[in-house]
């Protein structure tokens, strides 16, 4: 088989996650990193002068997350409290740490700037000449160029997945009047690293998001003035700021209020030397530093690959993303982008991405189509500015586990999945299912674990047959199944019956008195449900010679048509004892829907035969469990000896439904 070759752009918490997960035996995957910095850790990586593209963390930042929530799933921090929120060197050496136990260093191309991706996927990269001898020639790469300074390649990949993060491209907003004829200093707090720099100093902050109120509160101490500048719906915003900075231990801007600490509403105008306010207020500042956040770019994606850049430049936002993950014109999932979603928990969240993209390629998963993407995109009831990307991290995250579980999708003949014991199962194409192919459409895009465990005793032995269809595990809280009724103890009970199968006999004389005193129904019915020998092959021969040689009936016809019965009792379209017209019409569905088709008929409740007393005749509920399903259309019949005899002991349909499957 194919190993997909995947190309990761970025190698922060985001990109490693991601080689993590395709580079694991589950998937048949082989990733490539590209990272354009001598280091790994993206932004994390803390760089003292302040000089460095891609990093924006400085000295004294801690975590607005505990630990015990930030880290990977497989990966916890080392020597820390979980309730613990840590500073900015500690998740380097996190991510360091990470990375070395996976060995992931050796799909990592470090000091490697991709240029250019065109729509063949094919990925144009740069090395330093200094650099060059340290990576390892590659069976894919050619060389396009070399000059005294850079060698460039290119080399051809199945799949993209965009990790270089949304931390590099500055944002300062350009609607302040005056705001280039400043006579003072400008600065992004992407630059800033320390307070000492500013003391004794009067300095503007602009914003009011982690950033702009942490960055406040350290300067607040030492410096001159501190004046945060903010918007008035912000409000909230800046509260909860400083919530998490007072869970992290830090000193509040707050605290400074009566003496070095202000807040105003936003800037109105500069002039020169001065910063006109819109309360009226003016101040001559030493410098301003901007915490206006950042702005999506991936300026390496070519043609057809670029996301809408109208609204990424103007409206601040990627478009058009489906679970703001796939590039939606491709929908075999071969461009995605990692993390693009803020106010997240970012490494947790960018494994269970990488997991989704990952069942994509490599088929264990299936996206809408283009259009049914792009409709499901337009429909969201989401604002068109830089707030599009601001989610709920707990409905997003679970919205992205039942991406992963949604197996109701495949419940057609010709897209047929099926999950036992939360492994998910493709029998699309199981032309030779013993039971027949029927069956399985009744549980297509359902767990069928009950079911299987019940037609099949012998689990052990059926599960080599699986093997073959298994494509991959549910990820989730789904071992509990949703049911409507707490009946655990009642189905722990049944299951010691089953178990036991009312203690088959190993004596003949019992059955030989019922072939001589009802040889054709009785018996046939116990061997074809395999309830009279141990053997499974000894019960086939002889129900098939009774059903076949006796009665002069189809064994498989038989199968097919009463294991359908058992694995759906009384569910209209696939029991097929409820469709007994135009005879009798069973239930209070089934007549409504044929006078629909032909007034003349009638409705008739008909029991017959010991078997299901009609209480309910209903269309499939997957939430039933299977004690349930099989319970809400029968009961037992009243016991006799004459009704014992007659109906071969059927009349205790409860007992029959649960044990006897």
């Not at 993209?160 to 907003?173: D, F, L, Q, R, S």
């Not at 992963?404 to 699309?428: E, G, L, P, Q």
């Not at 005879?583 to 003349?600: D, Y």
Request: glycine share 4%; hydrophobic share 35%; proline share 5%.
């Amino acid at each position: 088989m194919k190993r997909h070759r995947i190309c990761i752009v970025g190698s922060g918490s985001s990109g490693l996650a991601c080689a993590r997960v395709f580079s694991s035996d589950d998937y048949n995957c082989e990733p490539t990193v590209f990272e354009q910095n001598p280091f790994i850790g993206g932004q994390w990586h803390y760089d003292p002068d302040g000089l460095s593209e891609t990093t924006a963390v400085y000295k004294n930042l801690k975590t607005n997350i505990p630990c015990g929530v930030m880290q990977f799933s497989d990966f916890p921090f080392q020597n820390s409290d979980p309730e613990a929120y840590v500073g900015c060197k500690d998740v380097q050496d996190y991510i360091i740490a990470y990375a070395e136990k996976h060995q992931l260093y050796q799909y990592i191309l470090l000091n490697t700037k991709v240029n250019s991706i065109d729509e063949t996927f094919t990925v144009t990269y740069t090395v330093p000449i200094d650099k060059e001898n340290e990576m390892s020639k590659r069976s894919h790469q050619k060389l396009v160029m070399r000059n005294e300074n850079y060698a460039t390649y290119s080399e051809q990949f199945d799949a993209i997945c965009v990790a270089n993060g949304h931390y590099t491209e500055m944002y300062i907003p350009n609607d302040i009047p005056g705001l280039h004829s400043q006579t003072f200093p400008i600065m992004h707090s992407h630059s800033y690293r320390e307070p000492e720099h500013y003391r004794d100093k009067c300095v503007i902050v602009v914003g009011a998001s982690h950033s702009g109120v942490d960055i406040s509160s350290e300067l607040a101490p030492i410096a001159k003035q501190v004046i945060l500048s903010m918007k008035e719906e912000n409000k909230n915003q800046y509260e909860a700021v400083l919530n998490m900075l007072r869970q992290n231990g830090k000193e509040l801007c707050t605290n400074y209020l009566s003496t070095t600490f202000s807040i105003v509403p936003p800037i109105e105008r500069i002039d020169k030397d001065i910063v006109y306010f819109q309360n009226q207020t003016s101040i001559k500042p030493d410098l301003i530093i901007f915490a206006t956040g950042y702005e999506y770019r991936m300026p390496f994606l070519q043609g057809k690959l670029q996301v809408d850049q109208d609204r990424l430049r103007n409206s601040h936002y990627v478009y058009p993303l489906y679970k703001q993950l796939f590039h939606a014109d491709f929908p075999d999932g071969t461009l995605s982008f990692l993390a693009i979603p803020y106010r997240i928990v970012p490494f947790p969240l960018a494994e269970v991405q990488s997991h989704i993209i990952a069942r994509v390629l490599c088929g264990k998963l299936s996206l809408p189509t283009r259009d049914d993407m792009i409709n499901a995109i337009d429909n969201l009831s989401l604002p068109l500015n830089r707030s599009y990307h601001l989610v709920n991290m707990i409905e997003y995250a679970e919205n992205l586990f039942e991406m992963m579980r949604d197996i109701a999708r495949h419940s057609s003949k010709n897209d047929r999945w099926i999950v036992i014991d939360k492994r998910i199962y493709d029998v699309t194409n199981w032309n030779k299912h013993p039971g027949g192919q029927t069956i399985l459409n009744h549980y297509a895009g359902q767990d069928s674990t009950e079911s299987v465990r019940a037609f099949h005793p012998n689990i052990a032995f059926v599960q080599k047959y699986f093997k073959t269809f298994y494509i991959g595990d549910l990820i989730g809280d789904d071992n509990k199944k949703t049911t409507k009724y707490d009946d655990q103890a009642l189905k722990d009970d049944f299951e010691q019956l089953r178990q036991k199968r009312y203690c088959k006999s190993t004596s003949w004389l019992p059955y030989l008195i019922t072939i001589l005193f009802y040889i054709i129904a009785g018996i046939q019915h116990d061997f074809g449900h395999l309830s009279v020998f141990n053997q499974p092959s000894r019960n086939h021969a002889f129900h098939r010679f009774f059903l076949g040689f006796i009665k002069r009936g189809s064994a498989d016809w038989w199968n097919n048509m009463h294991f359908q019965h058992h694995s759906k009792p009384n569910s209209i379209d696939k029991d097929p004892d409820t469709r007994v017209e135009p005879l009798f019409l069973l239930g209070n569905v089934i007549p409504i829907r044929k006078a629909k088709v032909n007034a003349k008929y009638g409705k008739t409740v008909v029991v017959s035969q010991s078997n299901h007393v009609v209480t309910e005749v209903s269309y499939d509920d997957s939430e039933l469990s299977w004690f349930q399903l099989q319970l809400k259309g029968t009961c037992n019949i009243i016991k006799s000896p004459l009704n014992d005899w007659f109906t071969g002991h059927l009349n205790f349909k409860i007992e029959h439904q649960q044990a006897e499957n």
